[in-house]
């Protein structure tokens, strides 16, 4: 009802919040990316100290794909979201099997809300902390002299507060927008082709970090940006996952 | 008509088809929970993201008092949906309530500073069940997606066409059928909200009186862009007049309510404070001046209300503004009780209008009062420097 | 990562200050600020320079950072805006006749004031600023005052900080270290001590 203004309100909450949230992540990196590798990973110089049989949170997954409309909308669709949740975790857990390391599985807290409160802020520290790495790293005039070629970034010891429950040598946060162009996006390419007009289809972007949760210090970043590449069923996902991953020191 | 641009036009029109959806939605039922390949089950997966972040961000209202009042009126409102609804309280000086389709509802607290009762704050979280029970927020995205995919085979077709770039024409068209829209859906909001009041046992006078609160400050405020909604709701004359109409209708029908303007006041009190400070950090001094007004007429609490009264006038600094704050501090502080940083206030207005002997009493008075006060070495300081 | 809307206005704004933000080393040597006082940086550090405001970080302002204001004049707001001007009249103003507790009122608000988009420079902007402490702080030899701060940022993350500042020829200088409560605002706490002990105003 009473909105600040109806058509805002409904606009942005539904249309543009994804249409936006999604297109000016892919802007960025397609216009600061142009001739970057589809993967791209920061790690810690140093070896860091992972036995060979590492235990790892996974933390829960941030993962949603759409439906790239003809009119190029972003449209959220639930039931894809549930298969690349369902099939990204399987194959994260395969991958990190294969290399003999344990995967736990992190449950928020539900019996002690101060606890539960902290470590919220911990959670939002490492989303503070990926965005500096993001603007720090990977864009040119943003980098930090005194950082220079060291890639040397921390939640700092507080983390140990997460591992409480689990006895982990570190935790990995996995991040994932993937779209997909509908039939009708398909046929607007076509269209647009004959009449002279470039369109766009879908566009998977993910990041991924390893966090040392002794140090809090994040051993690893990954990035990924691509055109293809699709979440829905088991073998594209793992092959995305692989992609994802690729230089992590597990 | 070439061969190539009657192609485009046979397939954009069966592409517009396909991507048609019906605007034909049921009620939301209790427990209802939509298929997970539905349109509606995507909006719900980005909006329950949505939901879960405001609910850990920066500006939520979290007092468990406070809550717990919201969420008996929403369940004596609508009880079919009490266990499907959840809200959160916006720290926000802007009067809005939102409901998204997922059930989840936000309250902003410029609402809650706003309502001069029980029974208006209901009408507007009525209003907002309306829009849920009838799935508006789902038909207007669909309209959104619909109408945006109609508009890029349009401007396809234009361009196969060689007519060029036909897009403004078309969007303003695509626009004046969403906000045409979205008025009826108003207006329907409006008929439910009503509805349910009426149903609950509220005074039903008070959905017309809230409204016309509202466009007393709008008429009176600075910053008239803030009233944006007016732009995408029935005219507010008209939409008054008709709310009167209902509310006699029922009247003649031998049905009453209750304001329950005493509850809202006792439930509000702790809160107003933190609420009006953040009114005044807008700075749009007209609109909240119609605000503080219609609290003040409730005598509730008046040393506050004085107080701020006095802030306003102070953060305003017009010719005259010192001395009319300085009479409503000494207004607050006839009052049974005050908040102390009148007297705080009071002694900085003093000290600016030269009159120093009063300035070191107000603040030797202030730090007697409030000697925890997150200032007092300051204070200290201006009466040191004073002497 | 980037799923909040501050997350985005940060992006957003990025984007737009690509052609003005850009770090240069700051030595651990006396460094003259605005050419209005002097520090001693302590260690080394990232500085970005917008107009009046100069940012000293080492992680990035939305982790930890020093801002240094230099001469807001009257009239002026805090934060520099390239929003509409309507938005604009709203903004606090800085008064030259400001006592302390007005000029700790005119940061705070300044804080809490809805910048939208519009907004180009630092991320001292949060929701919830409580200032508490207000007293007496030498600002070199000049008098004038210091309070310390705690605030959330919109996606709920919790701050701490303190401002010292001091009101010279009609003009506020004001020097900010704030920082993530969890780890980052400790860690360089104490040097930004030191750097606000070694201001020398003339």
Partial sequence: ?250 | MTFKSSCIWILALCLTCLSCASTQVQDIQPGEKPALESDEAGLWMVMDDIEANLKTSGRVEHDPELNDYVKKILCKLQPNYCDDIRFVIVQTPHFNASMAPNGFMQIWTGLMLRAQNEAQLAYVLGHEIGHYQRRHSLIQWRTIRDTSSALIFLQLVAAGAGVGYAGSIAQMVAMAGIFAYSRDMEREADDIGFEIIADAGYDFHEAANIWEALIEERDAADQPDQFILFASHPTTGERVNAMRKMADQLESQGRAGHPYQREYLDATRPFRAKWLKNELRKRDFAASQVVLKHLLSTGDNPGELHFYQGELYRMRAKQGDHEKAIASYQQALRCEQYPPAALRSLGLLFWKTGKVEAAKDSFKNYLNLHPDAPDYEMIKSYIEEIQ | MLKNRGTLFLLAGVFLMSACAHYTLVEPVKKDIGGSYSVEPQIAWNRSVQGKIEIWTIDGPTLEAVHFFNGISDGQNLFPFHGNSDRKAKLPKFNKNMTANEAQEFVVDSMMAPYGRSLVGPNMIGTGVQAYNLRPFKFGSHPGFRFELSYLSEEGLEYDGFVVGTIKADQLFLVCYAGAREYYYPKYKETAENIIASIHMP
Avoid at chain 1, 150 to 177: K, V
Avoid at chain 1, 192 to 215: H, K, N, P, R, Y
């Fill in chain 1, 1 to 250: 009802m009473m909105t600040a203004s109806t058509r805002a309100h409904v606009f942005s909450i539904f249309a543009r919040r994804i249409h936006a949230a999604f297109k000016l992540t892919a802007l960025f990196f397609f216009l600061f990316c142009i001739g970057c590798a589809t993967t791209n990973y920061k790690a810690t110089p140093a070896a860091p100290n992972l036995p060979e049989n590492a235990r790892v949170i996974v933390m829960p997954l941030d993962v949603q794909l759409f439906e790239l409309t003809a009119g190029g909308l972003q449209e959220p669709r639930a039931d894809w979201t549930a298969a690349a949740e369902t099939h990204v975790q399987t194959a994260l857990e395969s991958f990190l099997a294969q290399r003999k390391d344990t995967v736990v599985r992190y449950e928020p807290l539900q019996d002690n809300p101060e606890k539960a409160r902290m470590n919220q802020q911990l959670m939002k520290l490492h989303e503070a902390v990926g965005n500096s790495i993001m603007i720090h790293t990977y864009f040119p005039g943003f980098n930090l002299p005194t950082k220079k070629d060291q890639f040397d970034w921390t939640l700092g010891g507080g983390i140990q507060r997460i591992n409480e429950r689990y006895g982990a040598h570190c935790a990995l946060f996995i991040f994932i927008r993937d779209s997909y162009a509908s039939a009708g996006r398909k046929a607007a390419m076509v269209l647009g082709a004959l009449a002279g007009v470039s369109i766009s289809g879908g566009f998977q972007t993910g990041f991924a970090s390893l966090v040392d949760l002794q140090t809090g210090n994040i051993l690893w970043f990954g990035r990924l940006f691509r055109q293809a590449g699709d979440l829905r069923t088991p073998e594209p996902a793992y092959e995305a996952v692989s992609q994802l991953l690729v230089g992590i020191p597990l």
